[in-house]
């Protein structure tokens, strides 16, 4: 008999290998699938993104369509189909039923799934749950029947198991559909199904999606532009942020014959010049194999790659959303409560973190109908994808909460944690790796790089928030002012003119006297004949004034506007156009306008209006010309402008609140930034 | 020429494997290797639990070294060692070089390690960070000497390589030390190594750990106890939450020669009687093997275990923290804060979640010196490790957010969110699996059964920290008005006496008529003679009383006590020791007292005063005593009590509080429990 196995012999004999697929049936949580609700909107969401991302791979404008049934009590049927290319016969078993095999995990673009997990996790959530296999249905351009495979994940090897296949016709040229049954639960409303698909139609304009919900409702989201977004390009890793271990594979992979052939090719961001001198400064030469360098040397190589000059990160492997995007998007999402204000949408230039370039976006909103007592909306997107989930754990919401708000006009208990106020918040974080919390892709993880670009960014768009609060104001006091005057002088007018027996005198010039100011009027009207843009602006100044009077349009509707007069300038690629007013003396007024053809989808909130030519405090309705305009004015105007600035300067009482504020953004700026 | 290849096999022919070693490699954010000071974090976290949970296997007392020292500028040499049973030879390279490998993921019982991932997500990281390999000394009782091996992991294949390999001599008869040099940052305080191992020692008190600080501090974390903690044993799954899938692998992998045996003897809960007529609940029959289960009947045989009337699941497989460490825990950690009121810690009885046991414990500290303008403190714990990071993304944070405090005493704006107060919460959640929300394991993930059980213990923590502020509110403004007679009668009779020329006379009585309160004092001196208890009872009430008197000690230290008179009866278990004190006329006062020997580790705080014998409304200084004490009272206590219960019935306006509070307390509990 053998003596009984000690203590160390019964710890090891239950060591054993676990299999991928195991470990996530296990832990189901970690791939989004806590609970039928969840789970039901994670398997929607990785069909769809999987949908998204082969369309733009293969350049073809993306129809989706989501359909979701009852099949038991607690029982759904969800089928996702996709007008992309189609997988081949023999990928399609890896594809749906295996974790861990893709093909974006190991390319440096953007793009929605880069885990090669999502779809798979799906399949084996409903083998899991229900014991049914998944339903794929394939077809490539090239050949003439589409492919239909029943799949199953064998969970202790990590492989797919065909269960049944056959060969179906299907209606368009190629496309994937998948198919199935799992233990789910549907809602509408917070974190759903129709939420998350609403956010990536906001955000993916190009794309029709339709979603059948299970009491039949059919739900479209109309493809809003038929330009594909720009190409997503494979890119070289950027020095930036890359660990050593990284770089000895690359110097391992690398079939360039010399370091400096590798740092310029293999690499991005290094020129011929930087990859000399940190090769010298490293003590290394050119004459070595990449692959022959030591241990030593790539760590000398390294350190003196994080210490040189390189070149920006390259946007080509990114997607952003865009300006015109986020403010279309907002205005889409807050259609009814007519936001007050649109922040310009913030776009920070790529950076890099742990070697891969990412940028962030970010759209701000305030007022209007939006809630003014609860903490402020937030919209997350990574990747153009909606992120519904996590909300507490994600980078995005730890960065808006660091911020201290109260600077920027919003309410913050102690400074710290979200803010309350009518708001919204917008943020997109774009990269060819996005790092998230876990496999279920619902929160952006901490990265100091990453961190410090939402903060950026976040800071920028506050600024413009506060400048608007802080003008509104003002403009508030100084409307309630007009409103009081225009309400009052007419009876006490007609008071006194009783009294004294004669008429009653015309009151503009008084109104005059007491506001000192040029009115901008702004009515607009939308009807079935049209869209109909007016400005009416009055000089209730006692001095003769040359202006010149801004508008900004979005682009997309710029070219359908009909001017009167027309413009003395225009650039319509940025949607702007501009007039020089006829003199206006003392109580002189002018008029302009334009229109724009029925169902334009164009708003009041839509446009801008500038003026040039007069100081801000002295203009109520529109906003001073901004300075980073590229605009010649004419000599008039300059002259005006330079005219009212020496004025405003003189007079110390009107001017001091702005020298204040000012010196207060300026000190603002650099303490942030800098 | 073959044609250019289409877009389906472009598309194809990027698809690949992606080795779990590269996936986490690149996501090392998901396995807590976020930056450089997480990463320390994580590294010591994953050597500790895994010594801890070693030694708590093989019935070991645990002696943990965690030693970190600076190798260059940004990075620190890691060494954690463990007086464990050791590791055979040949599993070293696995368990130290692999992901997904080890010995607690398939075992159904409470453990710190569960999924094979820790320790050597922690190689890999130092592997890609710094290039150098991890090196493993380990020692088994059974061999002479320990086995020395430097690993590195084969990231592309998921495999162990030994890059050196040696034996050496060792000091203790086993045990295992892993040493890794990886690019960290070494901080103390908030989510550091320190605040970390603090926060174990708190939940593990029969362990030692030392912990070497980069600067050579040394900090030792004494053992509090030397009784190993119960060992949790490896039980069977339950049916409650178990997926038709987990049923079909536990009915393929079953032995057993029917169903009948299978159900009662490879999952826990079900009785052979439950057993046969759940069986004909679902129409099947005995007689089959259970592998040949049919699917449909695996579907009907789950629905039927779902309904059943099944045993509660076993606490075996489970090691909670206990009341009396809780209570202990929170002590070490606010030692200096003397807070007011701990709340009797509670325990939940255990629940089961996806077919795995869990039960939540809370503990809730009130007052002192515990901030009162900011959030509450939390302190989170999983299977007795603490959990510092991502407390945003953690269902018991939601938990405590999801909770009303407002109608328990604590300040929330809008009843949701982190409740503000002076407030600490210490939640444990133990499981045979806990649900973490990655595989860093720094939250617990949402699920509804979890949800609950947090719920309810918080609930239950809540209703005595309401209890106590509402006692504590009452009893505040009778100790004020006492104050206030006892400084003001006196200059009153003073007063009075000089002008009618009289001595002063006793104020005992006129007290007695104004206050009508029996008033207990509770003074506590601890010196370097010893700790002394004394308390002193008076009767300002103009009735004769017959009191019994109680103290509730923390049982570890209740017999060191030397009490003085001796008490009339002794609990010694529960800490419990009580007095039928003289009886005291109006204006009477009696006294009594006890103590320690000098150091135990008592305090004013840790002893509850109760007396019997008087209603609420006129005890001041000690509470009644609770209704789940079962003490036979004397007789002419229960009288006494009587007397007092109906003399406080007639008296109207003094019950009348009582009598809403209890309402609104009993409608509570019966909204938030049924």
Same mark, same amino acid.
């Given at each position: 008999m053998s003596p009984p196995p000690t203590i160390a012999q019964q710890l090891a004999a239950k060591q054993r290998e676990i299999s991928v697929a195991e470990f996530f049936e296990r832990n189901r949580q970690i791939l989004g699938f806590d609970n039928p609700q969840r789970a039901l909107l994670t398997t929607v969401k990785e069909g769809v993104d999987n949908g998204l991302d082969a369309c733009d791979e293969a350049r073809i404008l993306p129809d989706i369509l989501v359909e979701i049934s009852k099949e038991t009590d607690d029982r759904l049927r969800v089928a996702v189909t996709d007008s992309g290319p189609g997988i081949l016969r023999r990928e399609i078993p890896n594809v749906f039923a295996r974790l861990l095999y893709g093909s974006r995990f190991h390319s440096n673009r953007q793009a929605r799934g880069q885990q090669g997990i999502g779809i798979s996790a799906a399949v084996l959530y409903a083998n899991l749950t229900t014991a049914r296999p998944a339903r794929v249905t394939s077809k490539v351009e090239e050949e003439e029947a589409a492919h239909v495979l029943e799949l199953v994940i064998d969970t202790q090897k990590n492989q797919p198991r065909v269960v049944s296949e056959d060969v179906t016709l299907w209606d368009s040229p190629h496309g994937t559909r998948v198919e199935l049954v799992l233990k789910a639960r549907y809602v509408r409303g917070r974190q759903s199904p129709y939420e998350y698909l609403r956010g990536t139609a906001i955000v993916n304009p190009h794309a029709r999606i339709v979603l059948v919900e299970p009491d039949g409702t059919r739900v479209t989201f109309e493809r809003a532009s038929t330009d594909l977004p720009p190409v997503a390009k494979e890119t070289l890793p950027h020095p930036y942020g890359l660990e050593l271990g990284e770089l000895g594979y690359l110097l391992k992979a690398s079939k360039r014959s010399g370091l400096a052939e590798f740092l310029t090719k293999d690499l991005q961001g290094v020129s011929a010049r930087t990859a000399r001198e940190l090769l010298a400064a490293a003590g290394l030469t050119n004459s070595a194999p990449p692959a022959s360098v030591s241990g030593d040397e790539q760590d000398r190589l390294l350190r003196a790659l994080h210490d040189a000059p390189l070149i920006a990160?390259?946007?080509?492997g990114l997607s952003p959303i865009g300006s015109i995007l986020i403010k279309r998007g907002l205005r889409n999402v807050l259609g009814e409560l007519r936001p007050e204000f649109y922040c310009p949408p913030v776009s920070r230039p790529p950076k890099v973190h742990a070697g891969f370039p990412f940028m962030v976006e970010v759209g701000l909103v305030y007022g209007?109908?939006?809630?003014?007592?609860q903490p402020v909306q937030i919209l997350r997107f990574a990747n153009r994808v909606p992120l519904l989930f996590q909300q507490g754990a994600c980078a995005i919401t730890n960065a808006i909460s660091n911020l201290d708000w109260r600077r920027y006009g919003l309410d913050q208990k102690g400074g710290s944690g979200l803010p309350s106020g009518p708001a919204l918040i917008l943020v997109h974080v774009a990269s060819t790796k996005v790092p998230f919390t876990n496999e279920a892709k619902e929160a952006v993880a901490e990265d100091p790089e990453i961190d410090k670009e939402l903060t950026l960014a976040l800071q920028a768009a506050a600024r413009h928030l506060r400048t608007h609060i802080s003008r509104k104001s003002r403009r508030d006091f100084a409307s309630e002012k007009f409103a009081i005057i225009q309400r009052i002088l007419p009876k006490l007018a007609e008071k006194t003119s009783h009294l004294v027996g004669k008429g009653v005198p015309d009151l503009t010039p008084v109104i005059t006297r007491i506001m000192d100011i040029v009115n901008v009027e702004t009515p607009f009207e939308s009807d079935k004949n049209g869209v109909r843009a007016k400005v009416e602006v009055t000089n209730y100044t006692p001095r003769t004034r040359v202006l010149e009077l801004f508008v900004e349009i979005p682009p997309d509707v710029f070219p359908l506007a009909v001017f009167e007069p027309v413009p003395d300038g225009v650039e319509a690629a940025l949607g702007r156009a501009w007039w020089t007013l006829p003199k206006l003396g003392p109580n002189g007024r002018t008029a302009l306008s334009f229109s724009f053809p029925p169902?334009? +989808?164009?708003?009041?909130?839509d446009l801008d209006w500038y003026v040039a030519g007069? +100081?801000?405090?002295?203009?109520?309705?529109a906003e001073p010309?901004?300075?980073?305009?590229?605009v010649r004015l004419p000599r008039t105007i300059v002259e005006a402008a330079e005219a009212a600035a020496a004025d405003a300067a003189a007079n110390g009482a009107t001017g001091e609140e702005e020298v204040d504020y000012d010196a207060a953004e300026a000190s603002a700026h650099t303490s942030e930034e800098d």
């Open positions: 990160p390259s946007p080509e209007g109908g939006l809630p003014a007592d169902k334009t +989808d164009v708003e009041a909130n007069i +100081d801000e405090a002295h203009i109520l309705g010309l901004p300075g980073d305009w590229d």
